[in-house]
């Protein structure tokens, strides 16, 4: 081993620990990224990579669109609606009201992608309904956070438009390639979640009169009546794109059917206009900041992989050893998000220097890089630092490590079933 590879190496495992440490994962990529570059005597690749990765007009588009949709929808309460349209039928279905909740939170997820504001539009309504149907508070925080798989049916999330850049397809091609999946992995976790809820017998009938003193968590972020206009706002993007996708010779992007969205958002709640294209714009800017920063970063990371040889090697050995390129993607990117609670930066930065390649070792680039992306999602689902999980913590009262050791067991196997059918 050389003094390059010696020194990227050492590198890999600091930016690993400090991402642990849950340093700032922007800083940590590209200063690990610039060291690594630096030190091959290559310092301009590092930068010409940074220059690359935030003029990516593809990833700024559709990104920072969906961003400003979604704080839109939280803006105008449309999201809020949509949970109350959702959770009201759900009335008193004993140990089958888990499974039926999930159902629910997976359909809120594909309109409401963002895994904590999911967690913060429907927990504070759909635990108190879980509790005080003698639901224990940490499987009831389990449900919720475990439900945000199908977010990947949303052509608006940042993995499933960077996959399909890569890739060279579109992203509902991409989401058409992998849908039937996806749908099994959903219902497949709420299959899990609901055995393990019985297996440590996190549910029992609550005797009359014993609701009110089980469910004083209130479920007051809700309007007492469900306008449907509002509650169909944040699903109307959606809907727009699996239209024009499946229905039409039209193409339609991303942004211009958040736009639609935003509009009759804006229409429907006749809120101040002012005020919505401000929420538009800030939110557009928070998405360029927290996503593509993220992305932006991870570039100049295996930029710096690739300077210092690093990238070249892990292909040759992924060439000539094909079967550890689905254990890179899958277990990698699943360990990352346990270890950081997050699955982003270790899935892009996966996708970003190794994906490319996947060809070269028996893989197609559509199945390695969505193999990465539900990895790393398995993985934060499994992390006590998750940001929704530690949400649905507190509003259920309870210890993340709670909530975790009924999340892991299932996002375990779901890791292990994607190895062998993504």
């Given at each position: 081993m050389n003094f390059q590879l010696a020194m990227a190496l050492v590198i890999v495992l600091g930016a690993i620990y400090c991402l642990a440490k849950r340093y700032e994962a922007r800083l940590v990529l590209i200063t690990a990224g610039l060291l690594m570059a630096a030190l091959s005597l290559s310092p301009m690749t590092a930068f010409q990579q940074f220059d690359k990765s935030m003029t990516n007009a593809s990833l700024i588009i559709a990104i920072c669109?969906?961003?400003g949709f979604a704080g839109v929808v939280s803006l105008t309460k449309c999201d809020v609606h949509l949970v109350l349209?959702?959770?009201?039928?759900?009335?008193?279905?004993g140990v089958l009201l888990l499974p039926a909740g999930m159902l629910v939170t997976s359909?809120?997820?594909?309109?409401?992608?963002s895994t904590a504001g999911l967690c913060a539009a429907i927990a504070p309504t759909?635990?108190?309904?879980?509790?005080r149907a003698g639901f224990k508070p940490a499987i009831a925080a389990a449900a919720v956070v475990c439900s945000t798989t199908p977010a990947l049916y949303n052509p608006g999330v940042a993995h499933n438009v960077f996959v399909a850049k890569i890739a060279g397809i579109g992203v509902m091609d991409l989401i058409g390639l992998f849908s039937v999946k996806l749908l099994v992995f959903s219902l497949l976790v709420i299959v899990g979640i609901t055995l393990v809820c019985l297996i440590y017998r996190d549910y029992k009938k609550p005797e009359a009169g014993a609701a009110a003193e089980a469910g004083e968590l209130k479920?007051?972020?809700?309007?007492?009546?469900?306008?449907?206009l509002y509650a169909v706002a944040p699903l109307v993007p959606v809907a727009l794109l699996i239209y024009v996708s499946l229905c039409t010779s039209m193409k339609m992007s991303v942004a211009t059917a958040m736009l639609i969205g935003t509009i009759y958002a804006l229409a429907v709640t006749?809120?101040?206009?002012a005020e919505v294209t401000k929420r538009f714009f800030n939110d557009m800017g928070k998405g360029y900041a927290n996503i593509l920063g993220i992305i932006i970063a991870a570039g100049v990371f295996a930029a710096g992989l690739r300077a210092a040889g690093v990238i070249d090697l892990l292909i040759n050995w992924l060439t000539s050893a094909n079967e550890w390129a689905r254990v890179g993607g899958s277990v990698g990117p699943y360990l990352m998000g346990v270890i950081t609670g997050s699955g982003d930066a270790a899935a892009f930065a996966f996708n970003e220097a190794v994906t490319p390649h996947a060809k070269q070792f028996g893989m197609t680039i559509e199945s390695l890089?969505?193999?990465?992306?539900?990895?790393?999602?398995?993985?934060?689902?499994?992390?006590?630092?998750?940001?929704?999980?530690?949400?649905?913590?507190?509003?259920?009262?309870?210890?993340p490590m709670d909530i975790v050791r009924r999340t892991f067991p299932v996002m375990l196997v779901m890791l292990v079933l994607a190895y062998f059918f993504i």
């Open positions: 669109s969906a961003m349209l959702l959770t009201r039928p759900l009335g008193r279905l359909l809120c997820a594909v309109a409401i992608p759909l635990i108190p309904i879980l509790v479920a007051s972020n809700l309007p007492e009546r469900v306008n449907v006749r809120s101040n206009p890089g969505y193999l990465a992306t539900v990895a790393g999602s398995f993985g934060r689902l499994s992390s006590p630092l998750c940001g929704g999980l530690i949400l649905v913590a507190g509003i259920a009262g309870v210890s």
